[in-house]
């Protein structure tokens, strides 16, 4: 679909808003504004500028004193349908657009193709940092990003008094892969980006400390991520143990080193959000109860049909919405990241300065 | 007499720039800054409220401009009164205005 058509969709699909009388010459005045704005010199943003129509619509449609407000569902079934069909395909490409909604929708076995690598043979899941990068050397064009943690003790001055935290010391390589903000410190500085958990428990909810919100059920759970640079990592004891994660650039990969462990993305509170579209879909087929004019209908095969048309229409609208709403109240992460020096300066949280040699222990 | 319409500070801005010679919605937008959801809405409850009209450009101008025709917005005698009126309530609203290019307010 090109820009054009899709602002004209937009459009269109707000025009349904906007009492019948009135359709035609709002329609034409927001066409002809959007030529206009199409040609601004200072390159307005189109398509936030079509949303505005919504608005402009819904106004309208809301100061209609016609006793027909509810027309738009009930002149005519065919546009009852088409708008249901309208408003699924809606949620669909938004879900599409939306990184964890998209996951939602697509099918893998390893969800997102993250996963970890696990030696073959054993019970375990870790691997030596040689080993792993021995993987990463063979498997390199396998996967889109590759990375190695392991896990430290790190002791710290809080406001709560003395704390040893468990860190997951690693690369930004990680947080790329899992798709997590991250804010390089000065050049060699390491990062520390604690849970939200260990935000509120240990830095009082410091509003300058960034939070790695880490949805992905990693084993060893920790209260924050040391992110250091490549070199930092590279100096750790060939033997030292760790764990591989990796996201895969296809849905496999068959090797007998290795077997693949799927890591899941833990939920994104999309029951909730499903419960809440369920009861506005079942609203939505109340209010479209009745075939045109609103008048109540004997039930016969036509409206049976269209009831069942309706069913059909609202499904996917609901789970769609659902997905959006859920995955937009989830991006929360991705707060500006201070330095691990400069937390551990910081004169207002009453952290001690923490030596680089005294800073992880392994 | 008439009731006086006591206008928001947003309404009286879109009110302003009407006056100043921006009389239709993208030009209201360009100069008070203000979002199409906003600007719109806020023209159409100043045109129920009867303190603006719009026509429609003469097809045959837009024709010779190759564009399509716009819909034009101005004040009325009860859409002037209530300007002047919120102009004393809102001393800086003529200072955030200015003409556009060409024109003068």
């Known amino acids: ?30 066409r002809s504004e959007l030529w206009h704005v199409r040609r601004d010199p200072h390159g307005l943003n189109v398509t ?4 505005g129509a919504f608005r402009d619509a819904f106004w309208l449609w809301r100061d209609d ?9 009930a002149e005519s079934p065919a546009r009852c349908l088409a708008l249901l069909a309208a408003l699924g395909a809606l949620g669909f490409v938004t879900a599409l657009l939306l990184p964890a909604a998209r996951h939602g929708l697509i099918y893998s076995p390893f969800r997102g193709n993250v996963v970890m690598l696990a030696p073959a043979g054993q019970s375990g899941s870790s691997i030596s940092r040689q080993r792993f990068e021995a993987l990463k050397a063979h498997y390199d064009g396998e996967f889109t990003g590759l990375a190695f943690y392991t896990l430290a003790h790190l002791s710290l001055e809080t406001a709560q008094g003395r704390r040893t935290l468990s860190v997951a010391r690693t690369t930004p390589d990680l947080l790329r892969l899992l798709n997590i903000p991250v804010a390089r410190g000065k050049s060699g500085t390491p990062v520390l980006m604690p849970t939200r958990t260990a935000w509120r428990r240990y830095f009082s909810r410091d509003p300058r400390i ?58 994104f509170g999309f029951l909730p959000s499903l419960a809440i579209f369920l009861t506005m879909g079942m609203l939505l087929a109340i209010m479209t109860s009745d075939l045109p004019g ?69 | ?86 102009e004393k309530r809102y001393p800086l609203l003529a200072k955030l205005m200015t003409a556009p290019a060409g024109e003068s307010a």
Request: neutral net charge.
């Open chain 2, 1 to 86: 007499m008439a009731t006086e319409v006591k206008l928001s500070h947003t309404a009286a801005m879109i009110l302003k720039a009407i006056d100043a010679g921006h009389v239709y919605g993208f030009g209201v937008m360009e100069v008070t800054g203000l979002p199409s959801g906003t600007v719109y809405p806020a023209m159409r409850r100043l045109e129920r409220d009867s303190l603006i009209r719009s026509r429609w450009e003469k097809q045959s101008i837009a024709d010779a401009e190759q564009r399509p025709p716009r819909k034009y917005y101005t004040l009325t005698a009860s859409g002037r009164a209530t300007l002047e009126a919120a």
């Open chain 1, 294 to 362: 609103g008048r109540p209908q004997r039930v016969g095969p036509r409206s049976s049909l269209f009831l069942a048309a309706k069913i059909l229409l609202v499904l996917p609208i609901v789970v769609f919405g659902s997905l959006d709403l859920a995955s937009l109240g989830s991006s929360v992460s991705g707060l500006p990241c201070i330095s691990h020096s400069s937390v551990a300066c910081s004169p207002r949280a009453g952290y001690l300065p923490i030596s680089a040699g005294a800073a992880p222990s392994v």
């Open chain 1, 210 to 267: 960034g939070v790695a919100d880490v949805r992905w059920n990693l084993p060893a759970g920790v209260d924050a991520w040391l992110i250091e640079d490549q070199p930092a990592i590279a100096a750790l004891p060939a033997s030292a143990e760790g764990f591989a994660v990796g996201r895969l650039r296809y849905t496999s990969l068959s090797d007998s080193q290795f077997h693949l462990v799927p890591i899941e993305e833990r939920s």
């Open chain 1, 65 to 73: 004193p016609s006793p027909d407000r509810y027309a738009l569902f």
């Open chain 1, 48 to 51: 936030a500028f079509c949303m």
């Open chain 1, 1 to 30: 679909m090109s820009p054009a058509a899709f602002h004209l969709a937009i459009l269109r699909s707000a025009a349904l808003l906007v009492p019948e009388p009135q359709r035609t010459d709002w329609l034409a005045e927001w």
